[in-house]
């Protein structure tokens, strides 16, 4: 009794059948892989550019909020907090001095009256609107203030570049995972292809077969054959490979843009904190020449004994306010650290040096010859698949055309495929 089969069932039981049915899976998972490689591509270079516009807002953000404490209220702070130091040393030397010291407790007075007049101009201070920020020694904590500043305005866009980065490196190496499965399903298909075709050594090609890809291991060698798998080959992997070549491109353009907002941020932020500094040492300086010219000028005959007794208490004690000063801006213009709870950001930007921003220069420069090398091996890849996809159609038109028309067409399919060949070595070196 003969069992009865499906005609469905009979038709795949033929070479062609197998092959097509092959074939059809293959083209349809490598197009399906290419274009989600893409896509993932292109979320990637998406979350980097992300990142590249959220690393500007957030330099921007504390280029404005350092250069705002320590250029607009820190100044501001260190002469109020100078001026009462100022006045506590006269009111002291005034009483210690006795009769003598009437002139340095006038100045004590019209210190105090001119400080508290400023003050109440001074509302819109956040670090001398009140003694909040104020510590025993009467310095106010710069320190502290640009904290708090930074973290009601932050509100976390400080990790945020280095978070999106992150995503498109994730993404990025899914478009590499993909990339692979891509070659290594060419080469299952290649393998399942050879072991059907020994197994069926008999039948060189079937009549019904679709002949979507080439394989040239089925009949008789054929060096035609030859050339249409190679271009399929390099029409099938290299598009994979040319979108890796524009991933990395696009990375290292983003790390470079990065480079440089960081480099110009740090010199911002270093040079506001630096200027704060040196403008606080300076004046503590002014004090010691300023007291030195009083007690040299009352020292001329002109000058009334007494005066000249009065102007020498004040000028010995701006003289001896000079270390207390000097302590003054060091506490005020210390710089911030992670310790202190500043952003880590903003504490590498302020202890930067000429010597980091050099080297800053030097990784900006280094990210963008990468992005160039990369964006050259993307153009060459691209020209490979365009040479593989012209000799696949010349190959394949080669074998149905006969005398000189079939030899024309196989010496230019010989000479893309040569071409596409060198194209990819260059892309690869």
Not at 308 to 332: K, N
Request: aromatic share 4%.
């Amino acid at each position: 009794m003969v069992k009865y089969r499906p005609r469905w069932s009979r038709r795949l039981t033929g070479v062609g059948d197998v092959t097509n049915n092959l074939q059809a899976v293959v083209s349809i998972g490598i197009a399906l892989l290419v274009a989600v490689t893409a896509i993932v591509a292109s979320q990637a270079g998406g979350a980097w550019q992300d990142s590249v516009r959220a690393d500007v807002r957030s330099s921007a953000a504390m280029i404005e909020t350092v250069g705002h404490v320590y250029g607009v209220e820190a100044p501001r702070g260190f002469e109020f907090a100078a001026l009462e130091l100022r006045a506590e040393h006269l009111a002291a030397a005034g009483r210690a001095a006795g009769l003598n010291g009437t002139a340095a407790m006038v100045e004590a007075d019209s210190i105090r009256l001119t400080v508290d007049s400023m003050r109440r101009g001074q509302k819109g201070n956040g670090l001398t609107a009140d003694d909040k920020y104020r510590d025993e020694s009467g310095a106010y904590d710069v320190v502290r203030r640009l904290n708090e500043l930074q973290a009601a305005e932050a509100g976390g866009l400080e990790d945020q570049p280095d978070i999106l980065m992150r995503d498109g490196d994730s993404r990025r190496m899914w478009a590499l995972r993909l990339a692979v499965a891509t070659v290594v399903l060419v080469g299952l298909y290649c393998a399942v292809q050879t072991v059907i075709s020994r197994r069926r050594a008999r039948t060189r090609t079937a009549d019904n077969e679709a002949g979507i890809v080439p394989h040239p291991w089925a009949g008789r060698p054929d060096l035609l054959k030859v050339l249409i798998f190679a271009a399929w080959l390099l029409v099938t992997l290299v598009p994979s490979g040319q979108i890796v070549a524009s991933l990395n491109e696009q990375r290292h353009q983003a790390l470079a843009a990065r480079a440089a907002v960081g480099l110009s941020g740090d010199i911002a932020v270093s040079q506001a904190v630096s200027a704060f500094r040196t403008n606080s040492v300076l004046s503590a300086l002014q004090m010691t020449t300023h007291g030195l010219s009083r007690e040299y000028e009352v020292l001329t005959p002109e000058v009334p004994r007494r005066v000249a007794d009065e102007q020498t208490t004040i000028a010995r004690a701006d003289q001896s306010l000079i270390p207390l000063l000097e302590e003054l801006a060091g506490a005020m213009g210390r710089l911030p650290s992670t310790t202190d709870g500043t952003e880590e950001r903003t504490s590498s930007a302020v202890a930067a040096s000429p010597t980091d921003w050099q080297r800053s220069v030097v990784d900006q420069g280094n990210q963008v010859k990468q992005a160039g090398a990369a964006g050259r091996q993307a153009n060459a890849l691209q020209l490979t698949v365009f040479l593989a996809a012209l000799a696949f159609s010349t190959g394949t038109l080669a074998r149905v055309r006969r005398g000189h028309q079939a030899l024309s067409l196989t010496l230019a399919t010989t000479t893309l495929l040569t071409t596409a060949a060198l194209s990819l070595f260059l892309a690869l070196r």
